[in-house]
């Protein structure tokens, strides 16, 4: 607790600087990877269809678990040929560079055979039923499949016929080691890949595969993620990641995760994207209306308010405001008027 003779406010000042720090992730992580995970939730991370994650307790916690597991991969030195503590993390692109992957480290034995080097920190709750389990894949799917991603990527990168990854967990509140080898599933691997591809390609989002009473949505998503999730909410905040004009490059052999604006005809860069701009439009899918006409791009509302999205009709922001205001157009409208500018939901 702070005293009143305290010169600053650590908890403040802490967490202000961490939620700063917070940025988009530029591409799709072969870590976040799932085969039962919702496509859709998959597909609105990756077009910023969600607020960022400014809660400093929630980022701390995120952070110290990076510092935990760099922790493990420097007290392993003799083991690790490449780890992400000597400047030379193995990863690598894929799908034009809208995928990217980075290993934590890179093992091999005396025999010349190589395994990933997969490490987590977990809260003692989390742990405790690893340990009781002793089965990744059971206790946590998304872990597995990232170990699965891994090795398939690594494989096809470099060549070397990694066969199993190494697996290490740490309770964060007693230290205590878990470590479990994972077999590569080729099979996986090629399933992994083939939803990812097909992910990335989708210029509209899946529909959802949980209800609304599903434990996921209640407990962890707050009332408006559950409104853009469940397609009765636009999301709150525009970039080029959910504007209908933007599209993916992936083609390029480069690998430069490149993505173009069909709107302005040119390439948009990773903080233009973010940014966004005036004339951005909804991807349809995102705006709870139907479109009944798809050649003016005229929407209805399930109140009967037809409207389009666009500079020249209603703005982005202003359709977003008004999902969330029961369509009382009227009441837009005064807003707009009165502080002479776009709406922006915060
Ligand atoms: S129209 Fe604007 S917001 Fe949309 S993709 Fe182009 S630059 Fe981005």
Request: glycine share 8%; aromatic share 10%.
């Amino acid at each position: 607790m702070m005293t009143s003779l305290a010169i600053f406010n650590a908890e403040q000042l802490i967490h202000k600087s961490l939620a700063m720090g917070q940025r988009r992730r530029e591409h799709f992580g072969l870590s976040q990877a799932s085969l039962i995970k919702c496509a859709r939730m998959m597909w609105l991370e990756d077009r910023w269809c969600f607020p960022l994650i400014l809660d400093g307790r929630k980022l701390m916690i995120f952070r110290l678990g990076d510092k935990v597991e760099d922790l493990i991969v420097e007290n392993l030195p003799g083991h690790l040929l490449v780890s992400k503590t000597n400047e030379q993390q193995e990863g690598g692109k894929m799908f034009g560079g809208h995928v990217g992957w980075h290993i934590d480290g890179l093992a091999c034995s005396e025999q010349g055979v190589f395994a990933i080097v997969e490490i987590k920190s977990v809260n003692q709750t989390r742990f405790n039923r690893l340990v009781k389990l002793g089965d990744l894949k059971q206790w946590d799917e998304q872990y597995w499949c990232q170990c699965q991603g891994y090795m398939g990527a690594m494989r096809e990168k470099t060549g070397y016929d990694i066969q199993t990854a190494e697996f290490v967990a740490m309770c964060k509140n007693d230290s205590r080691v878990y470590q479990e080898s994972i077999e590569f599933d080729p099979y996986a691997y090629e399933q992994i890949k083939e939803k990812i591809g097909w992910l990335v390609a989708l210029d509209a989002p899946p529909p959802p595969e949980m209800n609304e009473s599903d434990y996921r949505v209640k407990n962890f998503m707050d009332d408006d993620d559950q409104g853009v999730y469940l397609g009765r909410l636009t999301p709150k905040q525009s970039n080029c990641r959910n504007c209908r004009y933007a599209a993916r490059d992936l083609k390029d052999e480069r690998l430069r995760g490149r993505w173009g604006c069909r709107k302005h005809r040119k390439i948009i860069s990773f903080e233009e994207q973010q940014r966004g701009c005036r004339s951005h439009e909804w991807v349809p899918e995102l705006v709870p209306a139907q479109l009944i006409d798809d050649e003016t791009m005229l929407f209805e509302s399930d109140n009967g308010f037809q409207f389009r999205n666009g500079e020249e009709h209603l703005t982005s922001g202003q359709i977003a405001w008004l999902c969330r205001n029961d369509w009382q157009r009227d009441e837009v409208t005064h807003l707009v008027d009165e502080f002479d500018g776009e709406v922006e939901i915060l």
